[in-house]
């Protein structure tokens, strides 16, 4: 009796799933194991129970941000699967599944008749568990998560789906989708504390002890509707189709951020020396910040595309696209202050973006055409060309309200205005062959080469009262967008298969300012080349060795004003990644995988370029390559899989996966934050699937997590056990 690829792991799939992304996250994409087919049956209609529990010790929020579960656990209908043939020529199918906890629900009915077409309703949901805990700073183990760290965000569609295929007609098809995303998630835009445990940064001390490590959270509001209508016909050898469509989105999000919470200045406001020899709670005042976006489009349009087979050898493509786009943004950014006056602490409420008001309207014209040719039987080439223009206008206005005076609790509202046109053009030639003119090889090529041009023109948001027409900018917009690879697959035997890629990206922006109102003058420029290589090894059939190497190098170009300040080189990055996977087969009763990621990922900027800033008269000097780090993000997964055949009808496996980062250094704190993420995670569990009957299939695992993360000073580590269960029985 042998076994599905990781069918186990798949009725396990609450638990399983969730104990794969608890202790190793990153695998998510790892290639899958490959394993014979078992003897379990394939119910064509079915309906499966199932349940889990987990008894966590530590932070909870944690758990759940990570596991993808709820930590008190659910239960439900993991799955449902019905179909039945209504008559000779109807058939019926209902899918659906309804799991408490993880709140995720799918309902959705089928109805095909042959020769005539297909109506499918559906609604699905399903939540994504957040963890709102911010940074931990190591001095003094500071650490100001949300007063409520669980955040959870609910995702939701609802669709209806028809299509009329009759015998020698156009096919027609209608589809209207509404998807939903509501809920609460956590911010990476942190909040500012002084609660570091560092000395106030009054000269000659250059550094400032303020860290933005304090929680901030956003509360999103989406909804996105699409409806669309299409027609596909096909006559001899030409074949034509037609859609129309209309997108609407509403979205209206607000973050929410505190700055120096707890900290108020004494009245009147000290000097910055009699600051520094003051508390941390008296060196800033405490700032609630709102900011809260809206944005509400609407886009209509249509696209059509003919095929047409000139010869056994030729095919002709082309298309069309046209696309109008209305966009409305709506928000402010209300700032409460908690002032310090003679009379005692006031909150002011200022607003940097007050009724925020504005729109645009973008025109889109596309269209393409392709050659597909098959030069040889061994060689195929295919041309494409695309084109497009688009055409932008928007303007918008809000309002400044500002505190002054001293104290700063005096409130003056300035008006605010500006407008923006950007006409530009694109053409992309992309050309993509292939070759498999010599034994036991195939190589190919595909490249693309995205050029567009244009011309904006802008003013800064001005004061309509004190000027007519603010700052006006003209400026050329260019870029280049490259994208080229080139590689091969080799089988030299059935006992070894080599591939192997060269690829090389380019990207370039330039915006040159012309005429009187001479606008910006920049340059970002980046390339990245690398090559990607894998190898498999089957020394016997029940054995097979696959290993993987990927390896790739980037240059990053800034600049501000040429040709007074050339470019310069504003980061560097290097990425190699070498993963292996070793799969046995030994008998039909025993299978094993065992898989490990390494990856080592780098962002420099100026480190070590930096050195030390020189001393002033009014400033120390401070090493500034402590202060501006590379960025890494190296860590290791490993994960092994042994599953055995106990008997006919009883499968067990059992499985361990583990994940490690080791990219945080505490000694920076001094001088800067240290983001980097040091953590250990592994996960053990055991399983056990049997059949009972022709119709009923149960499957239970059981495992232990446990989780410690010292990048948030061990605060939000976890651990202990997780049980699944499940009951399948036919319908």
Not at 179 to 200: A, C, H, M, V
Not at 320 to 325: D, L
Not at 607 to 634: C, E, F, H
Not at 672 to 678: A, H, I, L, R
Request: with cysteine.
């Amino acid at each position: 009796m042998n076994a599905k690829t990781l069918h186990f792991i798949r009725s396990a799939g609450l638990v399983a799933g969730a104990m794969v992304a608890l202790s190793c996250p990153r695998l998510a994409g790892a290639e899958k194991t490959t394993i014979p087919s078992d003897a379990f049956p394939d119910f064509d209609s079915y309906i499966k129970l199932s349940g889990q529990a987990a008894s966590i010790t530590g932070d909870g929020a944690a758990f759940q941000s990570r596991a993808k579960l709820p930590q008190d656990g659910g239960a439900g209908i993991e799955d449902l699967h019905y179909s039945k043939d209504t008559s000779k020529d109807v058939t019926l199918t209902i899918d659906g599944h309804a799991l408490t906890g993880t709140e995720d629900y799918l309902g959705q009915v089928n109805w095909t008749k042959n020769e005539v077409g297909k109506l499918e309703i559906g609604y699905k949901r399903f939540r994504t568990f957040y963890d709102g805990v911010g940074g931990f700073f190591p001095l003094n183990s500071n650490w100001q998560k949300l007063n409520n760290e669980v955040l959870n965000l609910d995702r939701s569609k609802f669709w209806i789906d028809a299509t009329v295929a009759l015998p020698n007609l156009p096919v027609f098809s209608v589809k209207y989708t509404n998807e939903l995303r509501n809920g609460k998630k956590d911010s990476t835009i942190w909040g500012t504390t002084d609660f570091t445990g560092l000395p106030y940064n009054a000269a000659p001390i250059a550094v400032t002890p303020s860290r933005k490590s304090v929680a901030s959270w956003i509360n999103v509001g989406e909804r996105h509707q699409n409806v669309e209508a299409s027609v596909k016909h096909t006559i001899k050898n030409v074949t034509m189709a037609l859609t129309v469509f209309h997108d609407e989105t509403t979205n209206l999000d607000t973050r929410y951020v505190m700055l120096y919470p707890g900290e108020t200045l004494p009245f009147p406001t000290p000097t910055a020396a009699a600051i520094a020899a003051l508390p941390a709670t008296q060196w800033h005042n405490q700032v609630q910040q709102q900011q809260t976006d809206g944005m509400a489009t609407k886009t209509s349009g249509a696209t059509g595309t003919g095929e047409v087979a000139l010869s056994k050898t030729l095919k002709l493509s082309i298309g069309g696209a046209y696309q109008m786009v209305r966009n409305a943004i709506t928000g402010d950014r209300p700032l409460t202050t908690w002032t310090p006056t003679a009379s005692g602490v006031q909150l002011i409420n200022t607003d940097n973006n007050y009724n925020l008001a504005g729109g645009s309207a973008v025109k889109v014209l596309t269209g393409n055409v392709a050659l597909d040719w098959n030069v040889t039987k061994d060689l195929f080439a295919k041309l494409a060309f695309k084109g497009e223009d688009e055409y932008i206008r928007g303007s918008s206005t809000y309002t400044v309200v500002a505190a002054s005076g001293t104290p700063a609790v005096t409130l003056a509202s300035t008006p605010r205005l500006g407008w923006a046109k950007l006409n530009q053009n694109s053409s992309t030639p992309v050309l993509d062959v292939r070759y498999n003119g010599i034994k036991d090889v195939s190589l190919y090529f595909n490249g693309s080469q995205r050029s567009l041009s244009g011309t904006e023109k802008d003013t800064s948001h001005y004061n309509p009262l004190t000027a007519q027409s603010g700052t006006l900018a003209n400026n050329n917009v260019s870029e280049d967008h490259g994208d080229y690879a080139f590689g091969g697959n080799w089988r030299q035997s059935r006992f070894l298969t080599v591939r192997g890629e060269l690829f090389q990206k380019n990207h370039q922006t330039e915006s040159a300012g012309f005429g009187p109102n001479l606008g910006d003058y920049y340059l970002l420029d980046n390339h990245f080349k690398g090559v990607k290589l894998t190898g498999i090894v089957n020394p016997v059939a029940t054995l097979a060795f696959t290993a993987r190497y990927v390896h790739q190098t980037g240059k990053m170009q800034v600049t501000g004003y040429l040709p007074t300040y050339p470019a310069f080189d504003s980061c560097n990055a290097k990425n190699d990644i070498i993963a292996g996977t070793i799969d046995w087969n030994p008998s039909k009763l025993v299978y094993a995988q065992a898989n490990v990621n390494v990856v080592y990922n780098n962002l420099n900027t100026i480190y070590p370029r930096a050195g030390i800033t020189v001393a002033t008269s009014t400033v120390s000097a401070y090493d500034t390559n402590r202060v501006l780090q590379d960025s890494k993000n190296n860590y290791v997964t490993t994960s092994f899989l042994l599953g055995f055949v106990l008997d006919k009808h009883t499968d067990m496996q059992a499985q361990y996966t583990d994940y490690r980062a080791n990219n945080g250094d505490p000694a920076l704190a001094a001088l800067t934050m240290p983001y980097g993420v040091s953590a250990h995670d592994y996960m053990a569990t055991i399983g056990i699937k049997h059949q009972i009957n022709d119709k009923l299939v149960i499957n239970a695992k059981i495992g232990y997590a446990n989780s410690n993360n010292d990048t948030t000073g061990g605060l939000t580590n976890y651990k202990g056990p997780l049980a699944y269960v499940s009951i399948e029985h036919a319908l």
